[in-house]
């Protein structure tokens, strides 16, 4: 089937279970779209939100990160901090302004390469629906403050400061 | 690096048949610093392998990527062919396009489109590869084995018969532990100290074990393969070399009336004493703080008794440094002692059950020494307060195990067994006697287990009543215990001359203050943590610490030997190579940039991370750095995903390396 | 100021009396630490060249104690002084530093990032009804409508865990909150207004950097977002890198920001960068109960962890 829009799709995962996962996917046939690029990383504790900001700014549309399951990390605490890290990380992005359908976490296991499948699917149709992600891009070419506010509401917030 | 090589694989035709591997390859050689690119049936093959070499030389690669298979598969075979092909084998990196491509896309062109896009995340990847050598650590071997009960010994005895030195610290003045206090075993009624003492004697008589009891672990420096540790050995007020064990001095000591700890108060010692008859080393101790010598000074019988002259009332604690490789923790359990309730401690106690208040409510192993043929009583069954048999005896199982409310909500594992066995041993002395047991479930997995219990109720006439204790309390000489019976619903009152309590077990008295010196990890309940509950379970994070016994959680004698052994069999490991070698996954930090505000060491689950002062020529302190010990390095990357400044790095993994792929976005 | 809640909100102006008692004290004190040689320099505020203002001093002289003085002028956050980025300063030796409440966050989270240790400093906490905004003219009362934004919301006047606290505190009027007020309005947006504000205010930022220059937390030696292999962020002052680069900051101070607001206050294009901050405080707290406090903790909230935190976000 084809769609008017096919989304970029960044997972950011860990080598020991989401990878593994994926790979399970693999040996197991499953079929799921092909927007999504996989970097590895040791352990989801080792992926700095920079790289979530950069994956927007080179044009990803969609991002999932996705480690081992609690209590599985393989360095036992990675993924812990991980939470932690993300659950403000994706609170400031929304504070900014990123609408958070488009940043996705989970625990995929080894095992799960059928939850993988399923992630991923479901990422890349809802991405699909809601388009590209501009925001990053556009400012890319921006040179400079525009000035202008379109909208009444924020106009007068923006002036109170 | 810009002369990169591209190998891609038809895998038969589970890559070409949904990849167009050609125009993969003809993509490939479009990109930026690649050199050559070819695609191939077999890339894994010999064949395979060879032309990649032969790419390599002809070509004058400098990097090499593999789009194949994943690299979970075949990732060391193509860094081997690497090597082989006189790369440095990290220059060499795999794109997934098998699993994660060809097997999971049936759309051709999308495939094809998604695995050129693989190719070249992967090939800017390699061009900011750096070469890495894997990380060697000398080891010293000998190891330190820290506790001498019946985990440490066997550890011991496994290690040194291998060959190598051991040391063996234990903190009372004789080895031995809790196993040397138990009557008979579960499932198969030997006795303990048979099977106990012969070891305790091959580990005094073991060339390479040396012995150090009534010592403690003072500190602990260095890391695995390189342990520095300072061993404080308490003074014993006598001269090891010169006593012969003769024992005249403990006949001759005025002090008689001091309760025996070995025998869990229920008998006497003088204040120079060894705990037991078979302790070994056989050499006494003075307890300083019950000794007339050292109370008032107007004593000294020992000294003048002692023929070879062995007694040293000067005799001072005494630190002793040795160097090891591996460490063995072993340090055991106590039984959770519910007279009252603990201080500061989540644990809530068992006022209503009188221990310590009731002399004939008793734990477990009051009742291993009353039925011991070596104990207070010479193993005949009477209870504390009179002396009396008693008749009619009452084990309570679960005396804060699995008690949420009371703050311990594991499973001690030990007691249904032990309180089986009670009930056999106390039968077997006392026929006419009648023990009861309360109980919430019988959990009796193991081999000859279920049948050991079932034995207990079948032939030896144990009545189980399911169901929980509320009170014991004091009436006349009779003990009344207060329960329900589920199984009928109805409560129940039975007049006893002894009640027995299963109380839970718990990690030694300092467990957490040991774990911090060693740097390993505990849970709440301050049993010390594996690295893997599954997959490395007698192996600390820390590497080079290893676990063996109660001292991880509850557990048996054999469940206890088992994995004493595996300790054992892990440093056996450690010392088979005069090098550890290591991955070359590991941070470093750059020093010229690093703050030292040791985030890096806060988020470290390995303890890797040290502080490193950093000095002028004339010594003085300029800044405190962070320091990570590749030897302990287990490279997950959290320390750089924290740091602010990025000034550490996780080769292998740099932000260099991500951002170039995510550049390919 | 053309906002209507600051039309109907009465003038109100808040007594500074106890600023004079505590300007002696610190005198006093500064003297006696230099001449019993306690400290070798003593960090604090004097008069600035114009009448009413106040700028960060430091002296070593028992003489020049004289100098010293609190007033709603002294609106800097000493502690930057004490950081590794001004090794000059920690040359001097032992130290003394003026801290209002606000400040001694900012030590106590210096303490907990091992920046320096607790006994090496003494710390002379100013009880503080609060300090003038940006763009006040010296001199000036202080009222509602010259106080700092930060102040209006401040739950630290007395820093109560400094080794002497020094002046008097004043009652306090009831001033209602003007940053809670933005962020629920912020809040109550949706995401791509909320993104229409955020890139107007930080596409007129100019990269100056004086907000990292004077955040006490900004002590790396070389800040990820000047790095060039590889570039995290553009550093340009463009749209594009100026979001990166306050993302980026955020996102570093989280969980370690003290909320001195000092960013905000010295940022020549008014970009609310305290907002942020403040946001990701409140979020901490929300999350983890975490609030940066005037005692050094071992661990922050973001290099510690609780194996039952919340996770509902994560499939």
């Not at chain 2, 479009?30 to 060879?50: I, L």
């Not at chain 2, 037991?276 to 007339?292: G, K, L, M, S, W």
């Not at chain 3, 306690?38 to 960090?43: E, N, R």
């Given at each position: 089937?084809?769609?008017?829009?096919?989304?970029?799709?960044?997972?950011?995962?860990?080598?020991?279970?989401?990878?593994?996962?994926?790979?399970?996917?693999?040996?197991?046939?499953?079929?799921?779209?092909?927007?999504?690029?996989?970097?590895?990383?040791?352990?989801?504790?080792?992926?700095?939100?920079?790289?979530?900001?950069?994956?927007?700014?080179?044009?990803?549309?969609?991002?999932?990160?996705?480690?081992?399951?609690?209590?599985?990390?393989?360095?036992?605490?990675?993924?812990?901090?991980?939470?932690?890290?993300?659950?403000?990380?994706?609170k400031l992005l929304e504070f900014i302004g990123v609408d958070?359908?488009?940043?996705?976490?989970?625990?995929?296991?080894?095992?799960?390469?059928?939850?993988?499948?399923?992630?991923?699917?479901?990422?890349?149709?809802?991405?699909?629906?809601?388009?590209?992600?501009?925001q990053f891009?556009d400012l890319?070419?921006e040179e400079q403050w525009s000035g202008a506010l379109s909208n009444p509401e924020l106009k007068a917030v923006y002036d109170q400061v | 690096?810009?002369?990169?090589?591209?190998?891609?694989?038809?895998?038969?035709?589970?890559?070409?048949?949904?990849?167009?591997?050609?125009?993969?390859?003809?993509?490939?050689?479009?990109?930026?610093?690649?050199?050559?690119?070819?695609?191939?049936?077999?890339?894994?093959?010999?064949?395979?392998?060879?032309?990649?070499?032969?790419?390599?030389?002809?070509?004058?690669?400098?990097?090499?990527?593999?789009?194949?298979?994943?690299?979970?598969?075949?990732?060391?075979?193509?860094?081997?062919?690497?090597?082989?092909?006189?790369?440095?084998?990290?220059?060499?990196?795999?794109?997934?396009?098998?699993?994660?491509?060809?097997?999971?896309?049936?759309?051709?062109?999308?495939?094809?489109?998604?695995?050129?896009?693989?190719?070249?995340?992967?090939?800017?990847?390699?061009?900011?590869?750096?070469?890495?050598?894997?990380?060697?650590?000398?080891?010293?071997?000998?190891?330190?084995?820290?506790?001498?009960?019946?985990?440490?010994?066997?550890?011991?005895?496994?290690?040194?018969?291998?060959?190598?030195?051991?040391?063996?610290?234990?903190?009372?003045?004789?080895?031995?532990?809790?196993?040397?206090?138990?009557?008979?075993?579960?499932?198969?009624?030997?006795?303990?100290?048979?099977?106990?003492?012969?070891?305790?004697?091959?580990?005094?008589?073991?060339?390479?074990?040396?012995?150090?009891?009534?010592?403690?672990?003072?500190?602990?420096?260095?890391?695995?393969?390189?342990?520095?540790?300072?061993?404080?050995?308490?003074?014993?007020?006598?001269?090891?070399?010169?006593?012969?064990?003769?024992?005249?001095?403990?006949?001759?000591?005025?002090?008689?009336?001091?309760?025996?700890?070995?025998?869990?108060?229920?008998?006497?010692?003088?204040?120079?004493?060894?705990?037991?008859?078979?302790?070994?080393?056989?050499?006494?101790?003075?307890?300083?703080?019950?000794?007339?010598?050292?109370?008032?000074?107007?004593?000294?019988?020992?000294?003048?008794?002692?023929?070879?002259?062995?007694?040293?009332?000067?005799?001072?604690?005494?630190?002793?440094?040795?160097?090891?490789?591996?460490?063995?923790?072993?340090?055991?359990?106590?039984?959770?002692?519910?007279?009252?309730?603990?201080?500061?401690?989540?644990?809530?106690?068992?006022?209503?059950?009188?221990?310590?208040?009731?002399?004939?409510?008793?734990?477990?192993?009051?009742?291993?020494?009353?039925?011991?043929?070596?104990?207070?009583?010479?193993?005949?069954?009477?209870?504390?307060?009179?002396?009396?048999?008693?008749?009619?005896?009452?084990?309570?199982?679960?005396?804060?195990?699995?008690?949420?409310?009371?703050?311990?909500?594991?499973?001690?594992?030990?007691?249904?067994?032990?309180?089986?066995?009670?009930?056999?041993?106390?039968?077997?002395?006392?026929?006419?006697?009648?023990?009861?047991?309360?109980?919430?479930?019988?959990?009796?997995?193991?081999?000859?287990?279920?049948?050991?219990?079932?034995?207990?109720?079948?032939?030896?006439?144990?009545?189980?009543?399911?169901?929980?204790?509320?009170?014991?309390?004091?009436?006349?000489?009779?003990?009344?215990?207060?329960?329900?019976?589920?199984?009928?619903?109805?409560?129940?009152?039975?007049?006893?001359?002894?009640?027995?309590?299963?109380?839970?077990?718990?990690?030694?008295?300092?467990?957490?203050?040991?774990?911090?010196?060693?740097?390993?990890?505990?849970?709440?309940?301050?049993?010390?943590?594996?690295?893997?509950?599954?997959?490395?379970?007698?192996?600390?994070?820390?590497?080079?610490?290893?676990?063996?016994?109660?001292?991880?959680?509850?557990?048996?004698?054999?469940?206890?030997?088992?994995?004493?052994?595996?300790?054992?069999?892990?440093?056996?490991?450690?010392?088979?190579?005069?090098?550890?070698?290591?991955?070359?996954?590991?941070?470093?930090?750059?020093?010229?940039?690093?703050?030292?505000?040791?985030?890096?060491?806060?988020?470290?689950?390995?303890?890797?991370?040290?502080?490193?002062?950093?000095?002028?020529?004339?010594?003085?302190?300029?800044?405190?750095?962070?320091?990570?010990?590749?030897?302990?390095?287990?490279?997950?990357?959290?320390?750089?995903?924290?740091?602010?400044?990025?000034?550490?790095?996780?080769?292998?993994?740099?932000?260099?390396?991500?951002?170039?792929?995510?550049?390919?976005? | 100021m053309n906002n209507s809640t600051e039309k109907a909100e009465q003038a109100v102006?808040i007594?500074?009396?106890?600023?004079?008692?505590?300007?002696?004290?610190?005198?006093?004190?500064?003297?006696?630490?230099?001449?019993?040689?306690?400290?070798?320099?003593?960090?604090?505020?004097?008069?600035?060249?114009?009448?009413?203002?106040?700028?960060?001093?430091?002296?070593?002289?028992?003489?020049?104690?004289?100098?010293?003085?609190?007033?709603p002028a002294?609106v800097n956050n000493?502690?930057?002084?004490?950081?590794?980025?001004?090794?000059?300063?920690?040359?001097?030796?032992?130290?003394?530093?003026?801290?209002k409440?606000c400040?001694?966050?900012?030590?106590?989270?210096?303490?907990?990032?091992?920046?320096?240790?607790?006994?090496?400093?003494?710390?002379?906490?100013?009880?503080?009804?609060g300090v003038h905004r940006a763009g006040i003219q010296p001199?000036e009362?202080l009222t509602n409508s010259t106080i700092a934004k930060k102040c209006r919301e401040c739950s630290?006047?007395?820093?109560?865990?400094?080794?002497?606290?020094?002046?008097?505190?004043?009652?306090?009027p009831d001033l209602p909150p003007k940053e809670k007020e933005l962020m629920e309005k912020l809040d109550a947006m949706t995401p791509a207004l909320r993104w229409e504000f955020w890139k107007e205010q930080f596409t007129r930022c100019i990269r100056c950097l004086a907000c990292r220059q004077v955040c006490p937390f900004c002590?790396?030696?070389?800040?990820?977002c000047?790095?060039?292999?590889?570039?995290?962020v553009?550093?340009?002052p463009r749209p594009s890198g100026n979001m990166g680069w306050h993302i980026v900051r955020a996102m570093h101070l989280a969980?370690?920001c003290a909320g001195c607001a000092e960013c905000e206050r010295v940022c020549p294009m008014d970009i609310p960068l305290n907002l942020l901050n403040r946001k990701m405080a409140e979020e901490l707290k929300?999350?983890?109960?975490?609030?940066a406090?005037?005692?050094?903790?071992?661990?922050?909230?973001?290099?510690?962890?609780?194996?039952?935190?919340?996770?509902?976000?994560?499939?």
């Amino acid at each position: 089937m084809k769609h008017d829009f096919e989304p970029k799709i960044v997972a950011f995962v860990c080598t020991w279970c989401t990878y593994a996962g994926a790979d399970l996917a693999g040996t197991s046939r499953m079929i799921y779209p092909s927007n999504v690029r996989v970097v590895k990383f040791p352990c989801t504790g080792r992926i700095d939100p920079v790289f979530i900001l950069k994956a927007f700014q080179k044009g990803a549309d969609g991002i999932l990160v996705s480690g081992c399951h609690p209590g599985d990390c393989h360095y036992m605490a990675g993924n812990f901090h991980a939470r932690r890290r993300f659950a403000v990380f994706r609170k400031l992005l929304e504070f900014i302004g990123v609408d958070l359908n488009r940043l996705e976490f989970s625990w995929v296991s080894a095992a799960e390469g059928g939850k993988w499948v399923e992630i991923v699917t479901d990422l890349t149709q809802k991405i699909r629906k809601m388009g590209p992600l501009t925001q990053f891009t556009d400012l890319a070419d921006e040179e400079q403050w525009s000035g202008a506010l379109s909208n009444p509401e924020l106009k007068a917030v923006y002036d109170q400061v | 690096m810009s002369r990169i090589g591209v190998f891609i694989c038809h895998c038969g035709e589970n890559i070409s048949r949904t990849v167009d591997v050609e125009q993969v390859a003809q993509a490939a050689r479009q990109m930026t610093g690649v050199a050559y690119a070819c695609d191939y049936k077999y890339m894994c093959s010999d064949p395979g392998q060879t032309l990649l070499k032969k790419a390599v030389a002809e070509h004058k690669l400098e990097g090499i990527v593999v789009a194949a298979c994943s690299p979970r598969m075949h990732e060391k075979t193509f860094r081997n062919a690497a090597q082989a092909a006189g790369l440095n084998p990290f220059l060499c990196e795999m794109a997934n396009i098998r699993e994660h491509c060809s097997w999971v896309h049936d759309d051709r062109a999308e495939a094809t489109t998604k695995a050129t896009d693989i190719v070249r995340m992967l090939v800017e990847r390699v061009r900011k590869n750096k070469k890495l050598v894997p990380i060697t650590v000398p080891v010293t071997k000998r190891a330190l084995v820290i506790g001498g009960g019946i985990a440490g010994i066997q550890a011991a005895l496994d290690i040194a018969d291998c060959g190598h030195q051991v040391v063996l610290v234990e903190r009372e003045p004789s080895i031995g532990g809790h196993m040397a206090m138990l009557s008979e075993t579960f499932p198969t009624l030997d006795c303990s100290q048979c099977i106990m003492t012969p070891r305790m004697v091959d580990v005094i008589n073991h060339p390479r074990i040396t012995l150090h009891t009534y010592s403690e672990i003072e500190c602990v420096d260095g890391y695995i393969g390189n342990f520095s540790i300072t061993i404080k050995k308490k003074a014993r007020s006598v001269d090891m070399a010169k006593c012969t064990g003769c024992g005249v001095c403990m006949e001759k000591c005025p002090q008689k009336k001091i309760p025996n700890e070995f025998d869990k108060n229920l008998g006497f010692r003088p204040a120079i004493y060894v705990p037991f008859p078979q302790a070994v080393p056989n050499t006494p101790v003075i307890d300083r703080e019950h000794c007339t010598k050292f109370i008032n000074g107007k004593c000294g019988v020992c000294q003048k008794v002692c023929g070879p002259g062995a007694v040293d009332y000067e005799q001072q604690d005494q630190l002793v440094v040795e160097q090891v490789g591996a460490i063995v923790v072993a340090t055991g359990f106590k039984l959770y002692d519910i007279t009252e309730k603990p201080k500061g401690s989540a644990i809530k106690g068992y006022g209503e059950f009188g221990h310590g208040k009731i002399p004939d409510v008793i734990d477990g192993l009051t009742f291993e020494r009353l039925a011991s043929a070596s104990g207070p009583t010479g193993g005949k069954i009477v209870r504390p307060s009179d002396g009396k048999e008693p008749k009619q005896v009452v084990f309570v199982q679960c005396v804060g195990s699995r008690a949420r409310e009371k703050g311990i909500s594991y499973c001690s594992k030990v007691c249904c067994m032990y309180t089986a066995k009670h009930t056999m041993l106390y039968k077997h002395k006392v026929h006419d006697g009648q023990a009861y047991v309360f109980f919430m479930d019988a959990r009796t997995p193991g081999k000859s287990y279920d049948e050991f219990w079932r034995r207990a109720i079948e032939e030896e006439e144990a009545v189980y009543v399911r169901g929980m204790v509320s009170r014991v309390y004091q009436k006349g000489d009779k003990v009344v215990v207060m329960g329900s019976d589920i199984a009928v619903g109805v409560q129940v009152e039975i007049e006893a001359d002894l009640v027995v309590l299963a109380t839970a077990i718990q990690p030694r008295d300092g467990a957490d203050t040991l774990a911090q010196k060693l740097g390993i990890s505990y849970d709440k309940y301050n049993f010390y943590s594996e690295a893997h509950a599954k997959l490395r379970p007698v192996e600390c994070a820390t590497a080079g610490i290893y676990l063996a016994g109660a001292c991880q959680g509850p557990k048996d004698i054999p469940d206890t030997v088992a994995q004493a052994s595996a300790a054992a069999a892990k440093v056996m490991t450690l010392f088979s190579k005069d090098q550890l070698e290591r991955e070359p996954i590991v941070a470093r930090v750059n020093e010229k940039f690093c703050v030292g505000c040791l985030a890096c060491k806060k988020v470290c689950a390995y303890g890797a991370v040290e502080e490193k002062e950093i000095r002028d020529r004339q010594g003085n302190l300029i800044r405190v750095v962070a320091y990570v010990n590749p030897g302990l390095c287990s490279g997950c990357g959290t320390c750089q995903a924290t740091c602010p400044s990025k000034s550490v790095e996780l080769d292998g993994y740099t932000d260099e390396q991500v951002m170039a792929m995510l550049d390919t976005l | 100021m053309n906002n209507s809640t600051e039309k109907a909100e009465q003038a109100v102006t808040i007594d500074i009396s106890g600023y004079d008692v505590a300007t002696a004290e610190i005198r006093s004190e500064a003297k006696r630490l230099l001449t019993e040689k306690i400290v070798d320099a003593v960090v604090g505020y004097q008069a600035g060249r114009r009448k009413g203002s106040a700028v960060p001093v430091i002296i070593t002289d028992p003489a020049q104690a004289e100098k010293l003085l609190f007033s709603p002028a002294c609106v800097n956050n000493l502690s930057i002084y004490l950081t590794k980025a001004k090794k000059e300063i920690r040359a001097k030796g032992k130290l003394a530093v003026v801290a209002k409440g606000c400040d001694l966050r900012a030590l106590a989270g210096l303490v907990g990032e091992s920046q320096f240790k607790r006994e090496e400093v003494v710390i002379i906490g100013v009880s503080c009804a609060g300090v003038h905004r940006a763009g006040i003219q010296p001199g000036e009362p202080l009222t509602n409508s010259t106080i700092a934004k930060k102040c209006r919301e401040c739950s630290v006047h007395i820093p109560d865990e400094a080794d002497l606290v020094v002046g008097k505190l004043p009652p306090l009027p009831d001033l209602p909150p003007k940053e809670k007020e933005l962020m629920e309005k912020l809040d109550a947006m949706t995401p791509a207004l909320r993104w229409e504000f955020w890139k107007e205010q930080f596409t007129r930022c100019i990269r100056c950097l004086a907000c990292r220059q004077v955040c006490p937390f900004c002590y790396c030696e070389q800040c990820l977002c000047d790095r060039g292999r590889p570039q995290a962020v553009d550093t340009s002052p463009r749209p594009s890198g100026n979001m990166g680069w306050h993302i980026v900051r955020a996102m570093h101070l989280a969980g370690r920001c003290a909320g001195c607001a000092e960013c905000e206050r010295v940022c020549p294009m008014d970009i609310p960068l305290n907002l942020l901050n403040r946001k990701m405080a409140e979020e901490l707290k929300e999350l983890y109960h975490y609030e940066a406090g005037m005692k050094p903790v071992e661990k922050g909230p973001l290099t510690s962890y609780d194996e039952k935190d919340d996770q509902s976000f994560i499939k």
